[in-house]
């Protein structure tokens, strides 16, 4: 291959629609807008608006809130898991963790932490770290003989601990010599 033969595949660039140019191009004139008519001038926003009539998104009440703080989650089922595995994009034999998921293109971004989900079914042996699993993924991994570890997120708290202190474990002595 030359440089001079180097082309991008064909449609990958589009030009630009220039419009106003002549009756020839098909966007001439009125450029693809109609005769007259609000649509047809410039700085028209009419999305939602009603004639006057309260708008829709205004008449109804608001409800609930955004929670700045929330975690947000990866979600990796173990079919997506055993997929990778079976393709060798994971060696099973080797430790599995957000950032070796992200390398094998499993996972795009890891955000705050990958949480396992139970949809599928595992049959690797497979040792595998991750910010959150549900109960029945926790279950399948140890039943293929795997181990699974719960550890923190980005954050850097631990999993499901959302005030980022530390919870004692029942019957442990807290700092001040007292059972928790």
Not at 7 to 24: F, M, S, T, Y
Not at 126 to 152: F, H, N, P, Q, W
């Amino acid at each position: 291959m030359k440089l001079n033969e180097l082309a991008d595949n064909q449609g990958a660039r589009q030009a630009r629609k220039r419009v106003g140019r002549g009756i020839g191009s098909g966007t001439g004139k009125t450029a693809g807008r109609g005769h007259k008519g609000q649509k047809s001038r410039s700085g028209v926003a009419l999305k939602g608006f009603e004639g006057g009539q309260m708008p829709l998104h205004r008449r109804l009440p608001k409800r609930g809130f955004n929670n700045i703080f929330a975690k947000r989650f990866v979600a990796l089922n173990l079919d997506r898991l055993q997929d990778a595995i079976d393709a060798k994009k994971l060696d099973p034999k080797k430790p599995i963790d957000a950032g070796v998921l992200k390398a094998a293109g499993v996972i795009k971004n890891p955000r705050d932490g990958v949480r396992l989900l139970a949809r599928g079914e595992l049959t690797s042996k497979i040792s595998i770290t991750v910010a959150g699993a549900s109960k029945k993924a926790a279950e399948a991994v140890e039943k293929a003989g795997g181990s699974l570890t719960v550890a923190a997120g980005r954050s850097g708290a631990p999993a499901g601990d959302t005030t980022g202190a530390k919870t004692a474990e029942k019957g442990a002595a807290t700092p001040d010599g007292t059972e928790a």
